[in-house]
């Protein structure tokens, strides 16, 4: 794999061209990221002599490629171009790139899908036709972190988010925890809500806090609903998610749940999927079960009790937290992780690749766990 165009993104130098249309691609791919399931998010840019003459996307899990959308734009001009993806061609793109005459291909990155897609790359170069990888890379592979997730571990690609105070709280010792963010990073948590396909709260924080767990974006789309109870006797009745019908709500329960409750929210419409969990919802099943009716990513909004149990099952991929300049204190306050905690800090999770924005005065802080050797 030969690696072009890549340097620290704290350098300041001008584009280079083949980085300047593969940005584009990238554009062109995340346009398309958030509603093509566990697919490879792809954007795909034609340039002869130096000029866009056919772009395209993929957007919709099963609908055209990229490469295809991009070669019908171009018509007779892909002869002889270059086609920039941020993701290298299956074989089937590879056949279409050289049925249109295409010369050369610049492609970000080979996942998901490595194998079969340096496969793809090998056929095309025996074929002449030249192929570069590794061309803003590090931004493909982020753009399919969902894509490639789901393909390594057959599950939902997992994110934690919660807004905590500086002192690492998420409601006061009452349970009180509207609101900790400012508005701006509220508006925030929605765009990252829309950007999911389901959204999930344990039950205690169904009952207390009652959400809507809607995204109010415009020209936004809500996510599922889904609702870990296990008896299916701690969410109440006229919680706002089993009766306002803005969203749909799946609810995952243990097997030793109350038949009669099962029965009254099926009746209303509910979902409800019964886990092998006995304790508790299986995790495990849950997200199987939500792989299989083709969401691929979630976001596990809360509470402390909820994320630790994702952390401990080493199934959280991503953690997002908005961190108000607030202190409330008190021993009894709730924290973004609870669960019975860890007593050696050498078998601390860490977290990497780890950035820090502004969103108002709060601040955003996003990382990936990596959990120790066990
Ligand atoms: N600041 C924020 O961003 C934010 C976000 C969310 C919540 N909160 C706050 O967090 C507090 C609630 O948090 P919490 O930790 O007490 O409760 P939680 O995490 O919301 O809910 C925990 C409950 O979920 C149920 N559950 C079912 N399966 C589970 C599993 N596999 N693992 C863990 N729990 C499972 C259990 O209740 P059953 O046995 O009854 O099923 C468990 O007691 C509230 O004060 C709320 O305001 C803050």
Do not use: K, V
């Given at each position: 794999v030969r690696a072009t165009g890549r340097r620290p993104s704290n350098a300041r130098k001008t584009m280079t061209a083949p980085e300047r249309f593969m940005r584009l691609a990238v554009a062109l791919a995340s346009a398309g990221s958030d509603q093509i399931g566990d697919q490879a998010a792809v954007g795909a840019v034609v340039v002869k002599d130096g000029r866009v003459v056919g772009m395209g996307a993929r957007l919709a899990a099963h609908g055209p490629s990229a490469e295809t959308a991009a070669l019908q734009a171009a018509g007779p001009l892909a002869r002889g171009a270059t086609v920039f993806v941020t993701v290298a061609p299956l074989v089937e793109e590879a056949r279409e790139l050289m049925a249109h005459g295409v010369a050369a291909v610049v492609a970000a990155s080979l996942d998901p899908g490595r194998e079969e897609r340096l496969r793809a790359v090998q056929w095309l170069r025996e074929r002449g036709v030249a192929v570069d990888l590794g061309v803003l890379e590090d931004e493909a592979l982020a753009l399919n972190e969902v894509a490639r997730t789901t393909a390594r571990t057959g599950r939902p690609f997992v994110t934690l988010t919660a807004s905590v105070t500086w002192d690492g709280k998420i409601a006061t010792r009452s349970y009180d925890s509207r609101w900790i963010s400012s508005q701006a990073a509220l508006r925030d948590v929605h765009e990252l809500r829309s950007r999911h396909a389901a959204i999930l709260v344990g039950a205690r924080t169904a009952r207390t806090d009652d959400p809507e767990l809607t995204a109010r974006v415009p020209y936004g789309r809500h996510p599922v609903r889904v609702i870990c109870d296990t008896s299916l006797t701690t969410v109440p009745d006229d919680a706002r998610v089993l009766t306002d019908g803005k969203a749909p709500t799946w609810v995952f329960t243990g097997r030793h749940h109350d038949p009669a409750r099962r029965a009254a929210l099926v009746a209303r419409g509910i979902r409800v999927t019964v886990t092998s969990g006995a304790r508790r919802v299986d995790l495990v099943d849950m997200l199987h079960s939500l792989k299989e009716d083709g969401l691929a990513s979630l976001l596990v909004e809360g509470g402390g009790e909820m994320h630790a149990a994702f952390v401990e099952a080493r199934l959280a991929d991503k953690i997002v937290l908005y961190v108000a300049p607030k202190l409330v204190g008190g021993r009894a306050a709730p924290t973004f992780l609870e669960g019975e905690?860890?007593?050696?800090?050498?078998d601390a999770v860490r977290l990497e690749r780890v950035t820090v924005e502004s969103v108002g005065p709060d601040l955003k802080l996003t990382g990936y766990p990596v959990y120790p050797e066990s």
């Open positions: 905690g860890l007593s050696r800090m050498q």
